[in-house]
């Protein structure tokens, strides 16, 4: 494993499992300290010990608390001196079925989460120092955001809406910082549950690459993403999907 990530510090939001506990996973592997957050103290704890503590700080909140953010922001750059990176991971679906029918209330909530929470962390880090020194922010939309995907079709709105407003970040804010952003289709961990867990071989027959994403299949992405190896790299959004796209699924 090489050590790119040497003397560099990420934020990774809703990262006490799944995606961006990975993510997390493969920064400190190749040298980074990494501050990584989620609403519940229990598993962020947990996390944290499997990241080992000199490597790793958990700070428990809401991700769409502005509170939080500056909370998370000034305890990362207290223990370790700055902010390089940012992955925005942290994503809710709370409802399933025909948008026609979703509460409003059940929307502006995860539109908060999935779009505006993005944008104020993003906000956060930029006027904490990588504004000034620059640094690479990796947003997590969802194949779900390319095209219709019934049942989680507001859910798919929002990370369409992410999608967009990685691209307009990252002309904004070039070329100190560069912003890209990550669309996975059926990855598995206990947020796509209901999306596999009782027909999972029939899921994964639709995929070309025959089999369902893990959450390995999306770190070592982004991680490129973020690193300097991705240097001329802003604005973009890696599809990893199996190929599932090609045929029309997600």
Same mark, same amino acid.
């Given at each position: 494993?090489?050590?790119?990530?040497?003397?560099?510090?990420?934020?990774?939001?809703?990262?006490?499992?799944?995606?961006?506990?990975?993510?997390?996973?493969?920064?400190?592997? @190749?040298?980074?300290?990494?501050?990584?957050?989620?609403?519940?103290?229990? &598993?962020?704890?947990?996390?944290?010990?499997?990241?080992?503590?000199?490597?790793?700080?958990?700070?428990?909140?809401?991700?769409?608390?502005?509170?939080?953010?500056?909370?998370?922001?000034?305890?990362?750059? @207290?223990?370790?001196?700055?902010?390089?990176?940012?992955?925005?991971?942290?994503?809710?679906?709370? *409802?399933?079925?025909?948008?026609?029918?979703?509460?409003?209330?059940?929307?502006?909530?995860?539109?908060?989460?999935?779009?505006?929470?993005?944008?104020?962390?993003?906000?956060?880090?930029?006027? *904490?120092?990588?504004?000034?020194?620059? %640094?690479?922010?990796?947003?997590? =939309? +969802?194949?779900?955001?390319?095209?219709?995907?019934?049942?989680?079709?507001?859910?798919?709105?929002?990370?369409?809406?992410?999608?967009?407003?990685?691209?307009?970040?990252?002309? @904004?804010?070039?070329?100190?910082?560069?912003?890209?952003?990550?669309? &996975?289709?059926?990855?598995?961990?206990?947020?796509?549950?209901?999306?596999? *867990?009782?027909?999972?071989? @029939?899921?994964?027959?639709?995929? &070309?690459?025959?089999?369902?994403?893990?959450?390995?299949?999306? =770190?070592?992405?982004?991680?490129?993403?973020? +690193?300097?190896?991705?240097?001329?790299?802003?604005?973009?959004?890696?599809?990893?999907?199996? %190929? =599932?796209?090609?045929?029309?699924?997600?």
């Amino acid at each position: 494993m090489s050590k790119r990530f040497d003397g560099r510090v990420a934020i990774v939001t809703g990262a006490s499992r799944g995606i961006g506990l990975a993510i997390a996973e493969r920064l400190v592997a @190749e040298g980074a300290k990494v501050t990584i957050t989620a609403r519940k103290p229990e &598993p962020l704890a947990e996390a944290v010990e499997s990241l080992g503590k000199d490597n790793a700080l958990g700070i428990a909140g809401k991700a769409d608390d502005l509170e939080h953010q500056a909370e998370a922001v000034a305890k990362t750059v @207290e223990a370790f001196g700055r902010v390089d990176l940012l992955v925005n991971n942290t994503g809710i679906n709370p *409802a399933y079925g025909p948008m026609i029918d979703l509460d409003h209330g059940v929307a502006q909530k995860t539109f908060q989460v999935n779009v505006l929470a993005a944008l104020s962390w993003t906000q956060q880090v930029f006027r *904490a120092g990588m504004g000034e020194h620059g %640094g690479s922010v990796l947003n997590v =939309s +969802s194949v779900a955001g390319l095209n219709p995907a019934p049942g989680i079709g507001f859910y798919g709105a929002t990370k369409a809406m992410l999608a967009h407003m990685t691209q307009e970040l990252a002309v @904004e804010l070039a070329p100190k910082v560069r912003v890209n952003a990550i669309a &996975p289709a059926v990855v598995k961990t206990k947020f796509a549950t209901a999306l596999y *867990a009782d027909n999972e071989a @029939e899921v994964a027959a639709g995929y &070309p690459l025959g089999r369902l994403g893990i959450p390995s299949d999306i =770190s070592g992405a982004a991680a490129f993403l973020l +690193s300097e190896e991705a240097s001329w790299i802003t604005g973009q959004i890696l599809v990893l999907d199996g %190929g =599932s796209t090609l045929k029309g699924g997600m």
